[in-house]
């Protein structure tokens, strides 16, 4: 009887490949029914049970998971000779499983309406638009960077730890529901991720568990990072599951925070988006609005890029080549290339808006 149980459970990952298939083509249907419906109630079930806690329960489970996997094979390795079939069977019906959950708790979300149909803005700008737009932010990175410093060489030192500036994150998104009222975030549940050294060396500043709604941040990033990555984190357990939207969402929620360093991050934050497409499209250009960015403000960007420049290794871009398939396996055709679509939401929406 339960060998028939797990052969059913494992050729269910049929039935559930079609469905999501067909989700995929009725993003309508995603937004109003699951990520409009019943994600918000699965996701504050997940944050109010393990946000309170003060460490991360899904890097728990991940390691009892992983340990628990190498011992299953391990012990089993003799069965893959003698019962190959049943073998199979166990491991898919495991992996017909953790589908389900993975998609129930949070992974439909990739199948949404595009954020820009939802905000009613266009997809699409011309270099024009771009310049305008990198100007203003240009001008308000080097307003609230000379009003913290006092002076245009000095790089911004943000002065809280990166636990306080954790526990002040989510204020930024009550200032954003007040635009945005779908953006509502509470309770909390964002964490320093147990697994920092791993991510760092694997190239990521933070990531969202998607079978405990946990928001991490990874805790070796220089603390200038801290504030739009969390941001970032937590637009993903609001149900933003393409990385250009949590860049934008997690910019707004950074430029609207009541803190002025958190503003800094979040201008600075978008600003650099817009330089690098600047950069891809005319060289001579970028280095012409380049030199118009505080010197100060260009020492924020090299402290980061130096980090992760000092934890590169081999193994960063198997990493990052495996993360980009995953995106491209659930509907973000771009991969790792979807984060400069980010330029897109932020050109349109500042488009027309002082900053």
């Not at 958190?262 to 609005?289: K, Q, S, V």
Request: charge should be positive.
């Amino acid at each position: 009887m339960l060998k028939k149980k797990k052969t059913l459970i494992a050729l269910s990952l049929i039935p559930q490949y079609l469905l999501i298939t067909w989700l995929s083509n009725h993003p309508d249907f995603v937004e109003r029914f699951y990520s409009n419906g019943i994600y918000p109630f699965i996701s504050k079930i997940f944050r109010y049970t393990l946000g309170w806690l003060p460490f991360s329960f899904g890097d728990f489970v991940y390691t009892f998971s992983m340990v628990y996997i190498v011992r299953w094979f391990y012990k089993n390795r003799k069965r893959l000779r003698k019962n190959t079939k049943q073998w199979v069977v166990d491991v898919f019906s495991a992996v017909a499983i953790m589908y389900f959950a993975f998609h129930l708790f949070w992974g439909f979300n990739y199948y949404r309406l595009p954020l820009h149909k939802s905000l009613n803005i266009a997809n699409d700008y011309n270099t024009e638009q771009l310049i305008a737009v990198t100007e203003k932010l240009i001008k308000k990175s080097n307003a609230l960077h000379l009003k913290i410093t006092d002076n245009d060489t000095i790089g911004v030192d943000l002065p809280y730890s990166k636990g306080e500036v954790l526990n002040m994150t989510p204020i930024g998104y009550e200032n954003l529901k007040q635009i945005f009222p779908h953006l509502e975030y509470h309770p909390k549940s964002i964490k320093k991720s147990l697994y920092s050294y791993p991510l760092t060396y694997m190239g990521f500043s933070g990531y969202l568990n998607p079978f405990t709604n946990e928001a991490h941040v990874n805790g070796l990033i220089p603390v200038y990072k801290v504030p739009t990555t969390a941001s970032h984190e937590i637009a993903h357990q609001l149900g933003y599951a393409a990385e250009n939207e949590a860049n934008f969402i997690g910019c707004m929620a950074a430029i609207n925070h009541d803190d002025i360093y958190f503003r800094y991050t979040g201008y600075t934050f978008g600003l650099r988006f817009c330089l690098n497409e600047i950069y891809r499209r005319d060289a001579c250009l970028f280095e012409d609005m380049v030199a118009d960015v505080h010197v100060g403000i260009l020492k924020n960007y090299k402290e980061v890029r130096e980090f992760w420049e000092a934890h590169e290794n081999p193994t960063e871009p198997l990493f990052k080549l495996f993360y980009g398939n995953f995106l491209k396996a659930n509907n973000q055709n771009k991969g790792m290339k979807s984060y400069s679509y980010v330029v897109a939401l932020l050109v349109n929406y500042f488009e027309t808006k002082s900053l």
